[in-house]
Each structure stands twice: as structure tokens, then as C-alpha cells.
């Protein structure tokens, strides 16, 4: 277990000193300022991602007498039906532009739930007829994901000492 959470650690720096060495390079901050586009993409889906955190905060806040996580589990419901709406709005649909995809798809749903995204991502398999591919998806997504809460766990304790 140490040997993992040394990896992880490694990667995650590795990932972060080459964010820095991008930004200092002015290489990123180019790309962000000089194309219009860019810039408005980011800010829909700022905007978004700040009412979908918002809209989950205020359903965290609805009382609940049971232990079992009802309000993450109808959230993840709703973001996935969300997602799946707007995706289908946006294939069937010329009327709706690409900022308000971002808005709704990236930002409003990522701030709500990432598990929408998952849920999209793991239907567009099982549409493709991509059966193992799905099922493996699923699989390790949720094992993964549930060992990865679990090395986070074992590493703030780490950290904390």
C-alpha cells in the first residue's frame, strides 16, 4: 500500500511540475488570452460549474434521516439524466450552441456530479454494441474510483501524521 501511495504521489507531482513549467513558459497563458473563443469556452463553463456546485450544496442541505446516502445517490440520478438530456438536445437539435452544451454538459453537470459524465460515457459504449468494453469500464471505474477514496483517505492521514 505504501509502494501505491508513493506512485500516486509521484505521478500527481509530475502532473503538477508540468502545469507550473507550462504556465511560466507563457505557453498556456498564450493559448488562453489570445483566442477569443477559448476564453468565452472557459467562462461558460465557470458559470456552469458554479451553479452545479451551488444546486448540489443545496440539496446537501435537505434533512435526511437515514444513513444510507440517498441525497448523492438522487443527485448522481439527476445529473445523469441531465447529461443525457442535453446530450440528446444537442444531437437532434441545430438551435442549441456549443456554449450552452458547455454550460449545461461541462460546467453545470461537472459541478453537480461527475458520475453523469461516467453515466453518458458507459451508455455510449453499450449503444456501440462495445458490451466488454462497458462492462470493464463500469467495473474499474467503480473499483478504482472507491480505491482511490481509500488512498486519498491513507495519504491525508499520512500527511496529517
Do not use: H
Request: aromatic fraction near 14%.
Amino acid at each position: 500500500m505504501s509502494f501505491l501511495i508513493k506512485y500516486v504521489f509521484c505521478v500527481v507531482k509530475s502532473v503538477m511540475l508540468r502545469y507550473i513549467q507550462l504556465t511560466m513558459s507563457g505557453d498556456f497563458l498564450d493559448i488562453f488570452f489570445e483566442k477569443k473563443e477559448v476564453c468565452m469556452n472557459f467562462l461558460f463553463v465557470a458559470l456552469g460549474g458554479a451553479l452545479g456546485a451551488v444546486l448540489r450544496y443545496a440539496i446537501s442541505l435537505i434533512p435526511v434521516k437515514t444513513g444510507f446516502p440517498v441525497l448523492t445517490l438522487v443527485t448522481n440520478i439527476l445529473g445523469a439524466v441531465l447529461i443525457g438530456f442535453i446530450v440528446g438536445l444537442a444531437d437532434n437539435r441545430e438551435g442549441i450552441s456549443g456554449n450552452t452544451v458547455l454550460f449545461w454538459k461541462t460546467g453545470v453537470c461537472g459541478g453537480f456530479t461527475t458520475f453523469s459524465t461516467f453515466s453518458l460515457e458507459a451508455v455510449n459504449l453499450f449503444e456501440k454494441k462495445q458490451y466488454g468494453a462497458g462492462g470493464v469500464y463500469v467495473a474499474l471505474s467503480l473499483a478504482c474510483c472507491i480505491f482511490g477514496v481509500i488512498c486519498g483517505k491513507k495519504l491525508a492521514t499520512l500527511v496529517r501524521g
